[in-house]
């Protein structure tokens, strides 16, 4: 019955896709499309949620094939946790969707393939997360990466656009490229296709450390840890805003899936692997909130941050891996607990985030931060939700972000005792850690005093935000808050994603004995409702009092008894970070441009810029992709103009796929 409300739920969603080919009207399309499918999504989570609480689905077969064996999907916690990742965010994600459109709709401009490629996109994702057989999985993973391109060129008549997108379609390839040659040896070596069947443990062969690497570098490319992160600073900034929300908040958490898919497969038993992992993590996530503290693009900074979280959650996933190596079940169990909450958390403020300055850009049709100025006199209630998910981002209590990272920081402590000189390289890790935290703290300090304080420096009259605007950037925050203040339910759905793992190796005495290893939060959160209690007890006492005594008044900010303030006064972007960013501007690639006074006067065009450069991107991928290049054109196979040509490349190298991945065997 639960599984059958899925997949209704499902059908209801591809009526939605299909709603563009039998309507007419762009208006009456959009808005039919929208909301059937956010009805379909709705029913679809209202059946995940059924089977995550009974656990009663399993294994379902849909179809046999002589030559792949019977096609399943697997409904275990892991597959229904993404899956719930995927709806509850595809909720707000449409609705902004829909209202994102509306603009476009008004300039004419055909919004029917767009509609329908996005809302096959959240099928898709559904469908991929529960896939259990290899060849299917590969097939959705192909059109999540197609239907997103598509979405992505939304606005291809810009170059920035078309060579954003490119930088996407490579890399998204090349992981897929790189899964393909994972699952093909995992198949070699097991005899199937099915995800339920592929359990190695670790036989000391270097198979078994190049299949791990090949499952972490596939996933990670998707997941963005560093170096393999270059494509998402470039694709974020073009794409469509409601694909960057989900872009961010859902898409790339499915690499996160895969590398958890990748520890069930491999059990891995060496402690380096842990380290390896957990190393890159604190990597990412320091170079990650840097280069966004770098940024003036709010989009790109936004994109920067999703680095340096999918470092945090990283850095849980590697704890995991240690706990595991070393028969610890507290250290996994929090690893574990700390990486999957913080993508849940991850996946709702950052969508969220990127919403809210998808709307400001919709008002100033700017992206630049240093642009920007005084929203909060226009738009009160986007400026608190905005903050919120700042707050949330930034590890702030009492909102989500705390919790999850709060776990992964007791993980470290309690990893302390596993070896000897742990307790030495775990403090590093902690200061790492909490470096990272301060550095987001800077960054989004640095982002709503510049956006939403002070005064405007682009001239607009109107700001406008819709009912539906506000719905999506609401509806995140209140999830925030929710987490934030009471996390026990989200607490046990992390630990009923743990104990369904099934990790050979690693079992649990009995159910909730993962829960009851998580911390317990029930004194803070009563601590965090007496807080805000009390705050809203003295705001309104407050308010009350000074109405009563001379009413509400407005006047202008104190500017030091100087008359004569104008925006080129305030703070900029590249001012208020200046400092943080010259002591990494080696790895930065910071470059400044300005014009200063010589004495004590100003100067007409007097001004000061930073930018920053990507390393990888600069000194390791170009480099690289160069030197592919020439050599394919000295070679001769990259001059011609025929695009029949390509295409037989393409069949080519198809054909050789298949040949391989039916014929060899380890």
Known sequence: MILNLFAIGLIIQLLGALVPLFIKGDKKFSALSHFTALAGVGVSFI??????????????????SPAWGVISLRFDMLALFFTAIVQLLSIPVLVYSFSYQKPYIEEGKSIRLPVFSFITLTISLQVLTIANHAILFLIFWELMAVLSYINMIFENEKPEVQKGSFVYFVATHAATFILYVFFLILHARTGSWNFSDFHLTNDGTALYYVLFALGFIGFGIKAGFMPFHFWLPKAHPVAPTYLSAFLSGVIIKLGIYGIFRVVEFLTPSDPWIGWAVLVISLISAIFGVWYALAQH??????????????????????????GMSYGSQTVAVLGFAGALLHTLNHAIFKSQLFMGSGIIYQNLHT???EKMGGIVHYAPWLTAFFLIGSVAISGIPPLNGFISEFIIYNGLFQSGNLAPNYTIFMLIVVVGLALVGGLAVACFTKVN????????RTDFK?????????????????LCIAIGLYPMPALRVVSGVIEGLG?????????????????????????????????????????????????????KAWGCAYDGLTARMQYTASSYADELNSIPAN??????????????????GAHFESHSEDYTEKKLVMPVYTRIIETF?????????????YIAYMLVALIAYCVIGFLWKY
């Open 587 to 604: 790895i930065l690639l910071i470059k400044e441009h300005a014009l200063v006074p010589q004495d004590i006067f100003p100067v007409r």
């Open 297 to 322: 693009d709010v989009k790109t900074l936004l994109a920067y941050h999703s680095i340096e979280n999918i470092g945090i959650i990283g850095m849980g996933l590697g704890l995991g891996i240690l």
């Open 367 to 369: 992206r630049n931060i």
């Open 503 to 555: 990790l050979k190796g690693f079992s649990l005495a009995h159910y909730g004995a993962s829960f009851n290893m998580l911390p317990d939060f029930l004194p803070l959160t009563m601590i965090f409702v007496l807080l805000f209690a009390l705050i809203g007890i003295f705001y309104g006492i407050k308010k009350f009092r000074s109405s009563r005594a001379s009413g509400i008044r407005v006047s």
């Open 449 to 456: 005093s510049i956006m939403f304080l002070g005064s405007k």
């Open 462 to 478: 109107k700001f406008n935000v819709s009912k539906a605007e506000y719905f999506s950037i609401g509806f995140p925050a209140l």
């Open 633 to 645: 054109k000295k070679a001769g196979i990259l001059n011609r103009h025929d695009i029949r040509v």
């Open 47 to 64: 059946g995940t949620l059924g089977m995550m609480i009974f656990q009663n689905a399993g294994i379902v077969g849909i179809f046999e």
